[in-house]
């Protein structure tokens, strides 16, 4: 038997809190800070089916979408299943388009997989392609 004490696993308060970390510092964005809680085996799909595999990538497109972005975060909501936790974070977005015009209450919520402490899964939906339309006066 070893002497060595063992490591607590984490905790689903853990998993709240990792993914609010990884939150705060991509909303800088500073996808460097952001990297630090992802696992190198990070699967990150984003609207429209868009495949990313580091926070970098991420905010080059919103550096494309939008001028700048910022979440209003309301809550994040966890649960344990198969080794794994999984965190929802809801909440609106704000900022303003590429051509300087104000926005907010635009809906999200992002899924994260956390295993390990690393977050190793996060999915993105958010209202920005409807409110696009909307700008721009085509109806569905």
């Known amino acids: 038997m070893s002497d060595a004490p063992s490591t607590p696993s984490p905790t689903l308060d853990d998993a709240v809190r990792i993914v609010e970390a990884y939150l705060d510092a991509s909303m800088i964005p500073d996808p460097v800070?952001?990297?630090?809680?992802?696992?190198?085996?990070?699967?990150?799909?984003?609207?429209?089916?868009?495949?990313f595999d580091h926070p970098r990538d991420a905010a080059a497109f919103n550096a494309k979408r939008y001028q700048w972005v910022k979440k209003k975060r309301e809550r994040s909501d966890a649960s344990q299943s198969q080794g794994e936790m999984i965190v929802y974070n809801i909440g609106t977005l704000y900022g303003a388009w590429p051509d300087g015009t104000p926005f907010e209450g635009n809906r999200y919520v992002d899924r994260f997989v956390i295993r390990d402490g690393l977050i190793v899964k996060m999915d993105v939906w958010n209202d920005s392609a409807e409110r696009l339309l909307t700008r721009h006066d085509i109806d569905a």
């Open 33 to 51: 800070a952001a990297a630090r809680f992802i696992s190198s085996d990070l699967v990150f799909t984003f609207t429209g089916g868009r495949r």
